[in-house]
């Protein structure tokens, strides 16, 4: 009996032996078995969580719907709109509504600036523009306008006929600063002397006709050129009434003489109507163009080119020319008043 005890016990042995070291011996054992009675270390957080707080954060603003870009375009152009509007009808002009107003215009009509002006024509044609606009207003901005615009049309007149006979303007027509301030130096002395009060209310009219003056003198000696190299049949020298080819300096011809006369009374006209001048002053910017003109082509028959007086360009002699329009029409204004 004794023996068979001790059997049974050497096979439990071996039976639990051979489980152990069986890879099915984690299946021998029972579930709910603790694979160890030592409890593992404790791991702590390395910072102490405290109480979750939630940030309310403010939603973002809405985008504008689709619809609403059209009205903001639409305001901000209303608001260019009314700016300018002022600046045109500023009275008296400022400096700045002059500027801005001018600024406007050349933007507007750069296709036909680009035409007729070089890059640094257009800035000197920006800077007389906005001159004329505050010592003048719109009316004598708009004299400014038409001048140009007559002026750059006869000078383009037949311009490839020109330039073959070597008598066209450079640049194909495109004139430069120094073209610019030949033309306006006159008109430009007598805006600063109208913005500056000189001579008190007195003489204000007298700066403003010799303003219009000084381009009509320049406008018919502009036309009266550029329709004796287009069309004029005979072109004679002024002092000698002698034939000389077309082109010469001091040459005149019956075709450009008339256009001259025309292109004048035109320019005044165009005063008149912007309430410029009167009518008495209208005939009196004819007559001093016309003795301005005459004076200009004397000048360059006698004097310019020759020895001497290299200086004596054809910027110069414009400068001359407008000088004695305006201040011819200044004198005859206070001859025919007195």
Not at 279 to 293: E, M
Request: proline fraction near 7%.
């Amino acid at each position: 009996m004794a023996a068979s005890r001790v059997q049974t016990s050497d096979f439990r042995f071996r039976l639990l032996r051979s489980a152990s070291s069986s890879p099915m011996a984690c299946s021998l054992l029972p579930l709910h078995a603790p694979l160890s009675s030592r409890p593992g270390p404790r791991t702590l957080p390395l910072f102490p969580r405290g109480p979750r707080v939630l940030r309310h954060r403010p939603p973002p603003p809405p985008l504008p719907p689709l619809r609403a870009l059209p009205d903001i375009a639409a305001g901000a152009a209303s608001g260019i709109r009314d700016a300018l509007a002022d600046a045109f009808l500023a009275s008296p002009p400022t400096w700045r509504s002059a500027a801005s107003s001018n600024l406007a215009v050349f933007v507007a009509g750069s296709p036909l600036l680009l035409s007729g002006l070089s890059a640094s024509g257009i800035a000197a044609a920006y800077l007389l523009g906005t001159l004329a606009w505050r010592a003048f207003g719109l009316p004598g901005f708009l004299l400014v306008v038409a001048y140009f615009v007559v002026g750059t049309a006869v000078t383009k007149l037949k311009i490839k006929q020109k330039e073959a006979q070597g008598v066209a303007e450079k640049r194909g027509g495109r004139r430069g600063p120094e073209s610019v301030i030949g033309s306006s130096a006159a008109g430009c002395v007598c805006a600063l002397l109208s913005i500056y009060h000189v001579g008190g209310t007195a003489f204000s009219e007298l700066w403003r006709l010799g303003f219009v003056a000084s381009f009509c003198t320049k406008l018919s000696d502009t036309v009266s050129s550029e329709i004796g190299k287009a069309f004029g049949r005979t072109t004679y020298l002024v002092t000698t009434f002698k034939v000389v080819p077309r082109g010469t300096e001091g040459a005149v011809s019956i075709e450009g003489t008339l256009a001259g006369i025309i292109a004048s009374v035109f320019l005044a006209g165009v005063g008149y109507l912007l309430g410029q001048v009167g009518v008495s002053q209208v005939a009196i910017c004819l007559l001093a163009s016309q003795i301005a003109n005459y004076g200009e082509s004397y000048i360059g028959a006698t004097l310019q080119d020759k020895e001497g007086f290299e200086w004596l360009n054809n910027d110069i002699v414009n400068v001359l020319n407008i000088s004695i329009g305006a201040i011819l029409a200044v004198v005859l204004q206070q001859l025919l008043v007195s």
